[in-house]
């Protein structure tokens, strides 16, 4: 299995600009997540989806961010405009419906945005 | 908000040292986990526990959740060069949002 996928790997773009970060969970998971980590707030949670259906998005910051999961395949993190304080490492994550390690979670590399 | 302080922040011990990492909360979780993050890398999930008390141990690794289900701890023996890394606990009551503590970053010099 190749584990959660994220694309791209890192990110620059000057404030104002649209940014669209990718996640390809696990086939087979139910449950998706999207988290931010920074220094200064550590690791957040933003939003979470149960097959494909966000169930909680009290952790998105600000209008500017959404989140969509067209597929259980697929799922976009866009920022419209970016400003130099969305600068973070942002992870997704994905985690069967049952498993083996209580409500484990499988996290992808991340994707560094850097926003000038 | 973090809801979850750990402690220390930053260590730095030599090889063959053994160490203890503090998670601390005022809120009680239904449970636990501790993650280990190495650089470039997302977080990957070390343990997870559920009763307080309870004790946990892999290899070197012994996990601790606390009476009241409110702290926890982590305590390596012998630490090694491959146990760098950030270490961070998380709590929940629902068994999907978890609250990630503030992170302790690990340094184990040869």
């Known amino acids: 299995d190749a584990g959660v996928i994220q694309s791209p790997r890192h990110e620059v773009t000057e404030m104002g600009q649209e940014v669209t970060l990718r996640c390809k969970p696990i086939?087979?998971?139910?449950?998706l997540f999207w988290y931010r980590q920074t220094m200064m707030r550590g690791l957040e949670l933003l939003i979470y989806?149960?097959?494909?259906?966000?169930?909680?998005d009290s952790g998105m910051p600000e209008d500017r961010f959404s989140a969509k999961m067209p597929n259980a395949s697929f799922s976009t993190l866009k920022i419209q405009p970016s400003e130099p304080r969305d600068s973070a490492v942002y992870f997704c994550?994905?985690?069967?419906?049952?498993?083996?390690?209580?409500?484990?979670?499988?996290f992808g590399p991340g994707t560094r945005l850097t926003v000038l | 908000t973090q809801l979850l302080e750990q402690s220390p922040q930053f260590l730095s011990i030599q090889e063959g040292e053994n160490l203890t990492v503090y998670c601390n909360s005022s809120?009680?979780?239904?449970?636990l986990q501790w993650y280990r993050q190495e650089p470039g890398e997302g977080p990957v999930l070390l343990v997870t526990?559920?009763?307080?008390?309870e004790v946990k141990k892999l290899k070197r690794l012994t996990f601790q959740f606390g009476d009241a289900r409110k702290d926890s701890s982590l305590h390596i023996t012998a630490a090694q060069p491959g146990d760098t890394g950030l270490y961070l606990c998380?709590?929940?009551?629902?068994?999907?949002?978890?609250?990630f503590g503030t992170g302790t970053s690990l340094t184990v010099i040869p």
């Open positions: 994550a994905s985690r069967p419906k049952l498993s083996n390690s209580y409500n484990e979670q499988f």
């Open positions: 086939s087979g998971h139910d449950y």
């Open positions: 989806f149960n097959n494909n259906v966000p169930i909680d």
């Open positions: 809120s009680v979780f239904s449970s």
């Open positions: 526990v559920v009763t307080g008390g």
């Open positions: 998380a709590g929940s009551n629902t068994g999907n949002q978890f609250y």
